[in-house]
């Protein structure tokens, strides 16, 4: 059996050291199994997030030989292990202890999101909606809250910026936008209070999408279009408004 | 004794699940206080890695159907053992609840008339499934998630419940910490829900995570509340196999529902093999029968692989002690043969995803290794079935901890409505009886540091044993001796073994301080792994028969009487006591039903 040396980030509030541990490796083994080996073997009191083991809830976020990733995604067979391999928590929120940060902002930020509003049902107690009009919000709603594209994002790390949602929030925001169902206008407070104007579109968060969102492409510059519509052009925004249904999206990003 | 922070709410919600999230909305939407404590981060409960969707009767795909027909599914998948009125209210309540989360800002997959579209799945015997691809679960809990922080309720992430708070004969709140200071917290409450979900984390392969401990379980059984059905356990049967390090998680029935077939290592469709009696009638006899069905002809009966959990488990099961199973000791899944490629990726994205990253396998070209895994436990906390109060005065219960609805075997997709429908009634019921009640009593004194020596045992550097050590070892003994298939023997064995491994479970020594430490969260769990191990042994023991979930080698039939009787457990004098009781006979308009 192979073995490889890791070295994780130990400590609590930000201070901390490298602490080296052997790691057993067998067939098909991925990251979290390695922590998770480490912990029951070394140091039982290890702090790390996991819940699914298989990318589907977005608790095992870290960072992996320095790049942000889901340990439980990550197949040790993708590393090269003549080196120790590195394990860090993510960089990008206040640290707690060894493996875990604070992510509670992201749950604030979410808390300013307005919800829904759906208009009437029709008339037999249904909603109609076609799938090729809900298709790229599905796309959004896949994603699994890892906040690895917040934990990338520069302008969330430039803490001088304060109303910046970041681009989880702001593709929720876009799924609310885009969503057949919803009555609001979001385009206001989009520019206003969630600080859509701040990204320029650098497209790491994109990158590091474990889910395959393109963020960017899908997300943000549609709704960069709309409040640019919007706000700076009121004739189109009026055109666009007297002959169609807003909520479509541009027919040259479907 | 430390001073704790003490928290009030006139209900508190021990679970951010499915039917946490949704009791908590029904009970703020009452106009009361609500607290809702989970262990994980907001968002990552079991609920989130529901894959196959949720069934309801709303008669999208097939006009046939109705809840008449999911009821007679229901209890012929539970083997008649079911709590017929809980079904009643199921089946009859779950496509309001389902249509709801429209309004909330689900999205569904689309019919071509644009309605909700809905897929089969086993023991169905119409397309029933509401889903969104193969990540349904995650639609739900984020979409009662991103409703419910507008409602008003507080939550509580990463706190963890040790024990409940009981004064007089009545529930009054909750003993915890938050796991990332260690700090205790009181809880006091005119009522509490247990929403906790499973205990999976009982056997070594396993689909659930670390939270599955059946804490709700031994709290209630510790509060003094019954507990029905213990024995049914529901290995799904589809787990992935290989590697090792994946083995255990889940390979979503919508694979099947999809049109997935299993063969063993002589290529043969070995489902044909095992249509029981019962289900002759409505089950394919011949492949060519079962690919016009996957064709839609209406006339074609389901396809074998589409029979009911127990039954598909137990033949793969069968296959690989025959000597016909797979290398890594399972069977294949194809999915490959009877779709293209596109449609697989399109229908079963995270599958694709999940084999093509963690199994080295693109399943649209080559079949899965399966095999079964502990998902589900049918058995719970006994509760009324209008109100979902159990037998507490105080405590209600309501999704997976609950136990009743689903008898012997769950159909899948029943769950994620069950937490919807008993959810959204727990929340509602436990407003109404806190708003009767004046003020919740106050914990004594002596209780909160009988609860606070307790929970801080394990630092005591005088003991010996480790946490995960003593965890693996139950793990196993469980799989061993109270797993898919049942002897006497081997039971009494394994009753043998759980008193070893409680008096280990006591000397569980605990490094490093109170900050975030899974070790101590382990070792705390550990009592409760050790209860729920204790009563699914002891309820196995009890039913001497085979019936759905349930398989004893030395009683392969079902007997008649074990077919009217449900089994109880609860505490007597510090020891669990189990006795078997006479269920109400269905009234006729259910009866003629079936
Ligand atoms: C991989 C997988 C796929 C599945 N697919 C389907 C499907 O397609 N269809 C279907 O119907 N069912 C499916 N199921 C079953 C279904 O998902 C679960 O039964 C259901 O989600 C359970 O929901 P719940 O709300 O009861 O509990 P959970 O979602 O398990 O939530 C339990 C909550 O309780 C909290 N908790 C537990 N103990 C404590 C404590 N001591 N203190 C504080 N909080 C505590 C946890 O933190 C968590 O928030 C699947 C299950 C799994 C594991
Ligand atoms: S594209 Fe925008 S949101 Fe994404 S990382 Fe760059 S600046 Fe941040
Ligand atoms: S958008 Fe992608 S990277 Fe960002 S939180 Fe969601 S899943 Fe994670
Ligand atoms: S543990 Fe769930 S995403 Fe890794």
Known sequence: ???????????????????????????????????????????????????????????????????????????????????????EPM???????????????????????????????????????????????QEFHKCIECFLCQNVCHVIRDHSVKEFAGPRFLIRIA????????????LKELKDVFGLGYCNITKCCTEVCPENIKITDNGIIPLKERVAGAFYDPLAWLWKNLTSNSKKIPEKNK | ??????????????????????????????????????KSLLGKAHTVMAE????????????????????????????????????????????????????????????????????????????????????????????????????????YMECCVVELIKEKDQVCGAFGFWRESGQFIVFKAKSVVLATGGLGKVYRVTSNSWEGTGDGHALAYRAGAELVDMEFVQFHPTGMVWPPSVQGILVTEGVRGEGGILKNSDGKRFMFEYIPDAFAAETSDSEEEASRWL???????????????????????????????????????DIASQRDAEYIKKKLPSMYHQFMKLGNLDITSTPMEVGPTCHYVMGGVRVEPET??????????????????????????????????FGARAGFHSAKYSKEIAEALNPSEDLLKKMERFSLEPFDPERTENPYSVMADLQETMEINAGIV????????????????????????????????????YALDLKNLLCVAEAITLAALNREESRGGHTREDFPESSEYFQNVNSFISDKEGSMFIENREREPMPEHLEKLL
Not at chain 2, 488 to 500: C, F, T, Y
């Open chain 1, 1 to 87: 059996m192979a073995e490889a040396q890791f070295k994780v980030f130990r400590g609590e509030g930000a201070k901390g050291e490298l602490f080296e541990f052997p790691v057993e490796v067998t067939e098909g083994m991925v990251v979290l199994d390695a922590v998770q080996q480490i912990q029951s073997r070394h140091a039982n009191d290890l702090a790390v997030r996991w819940n699914c083991r298989a990318g589907k809830c977005g608790s095992c976020s870290a960072e992996v030989n320095g790049k942000p990733r889901l340990m439980c995604m990550t197949r040790m067979d993708e590393l090269s292990l003549d080196v120790p391999v590195l394990i």
């Open chain 1, 91 to 137: 960089r990008g929120f206040p640290h707690m202890k060894d493996l875990v940060t604070d992510v509670s902002r992201n749950y604030e930020i979410n808390k300013k999101i307005r919800p829904l509003t759906p208009k009437p049902r029709e008339t037999d107690g249904t909603y109609r909606m076609q799938q090729e009009d809900i298709e790229r919000i």
């Open chain 1, 175 to 186: 799924s609310l936008a885009m969503h057949p169902l919803d009555t609001l206008n979001r």
């Open chain 2, 1 to 38: 004794m430390e001073s704790y922070e003490v928290k009030e709410h006139d209900v508190l919600v021990i679970g951010a699940g499915g039917a946490g999230l949704r009791a908590a909305i029904e009970a703020s939407a009452q106009g009361v206080s609500v607290g809702l404590v989970c």
């Open chain 2, 52 to 155: 196959g969707g949720m069934a309801a009767s709303l008669s999208n795909a097939d006009p046939r159907d109705n809840w008449e027909v999911h009821f007679r599914d229901t209890i012929r998948g539970g083997k008649h053992i079911n709590n017929w009125q809980m079904v009643e209210i199921f089946c009859q309540e779950a496509a309001d609840r389902v249509s709801e989360l429209e309004e909330w800002g689900a999205l569904f997959d689309r019919t071509k008339e644009g309605l909700i579209a809905q897929r089969n799945f086993g023991g169905h015997r119409y397309p029933r499934l509401a889903h969104v691809g193969d990540r349904t679960g995650l639609e739900l809990i984020r979409t009662l998630q991103n409703y419910g922080i507008h409602q008003g309720f507080e939550v």
């Open chain 2, 295 to 333: 064709k839609g002809d209406p006339e074609a009966r389901r396809p074998p692989e589409l029979l009911t959990r127990d039954v598909v488990a137990k033949a793969i099961r069968s296959e690989r002690i025959a000597g016909r199973g797979s290398p890594h000791g399972g069977a294949f899944l």
């Open chain 2, 388 to 421: 979902a109060m159990t037998t507490v005065k105080g405590l209600f219960a309501a999704g997976e901890v609950a136990g009743g609805l689903h008898g012997a075997n769950r159909l899948g997709g029943n769950s994620l409505t069950d937490l919807l429908v």
């Open chain 2, 486 to 521: 049942r002897t006497k023997d081997e039971m009494e064995k394994g009753l043998e073994l759980l008193q070893d491994l409680k008096n280990r479970g006591e000397k569980v020594r605990v490094e490093g301080n109170r900050q975030y430490n899974p070790a101590w969260h």
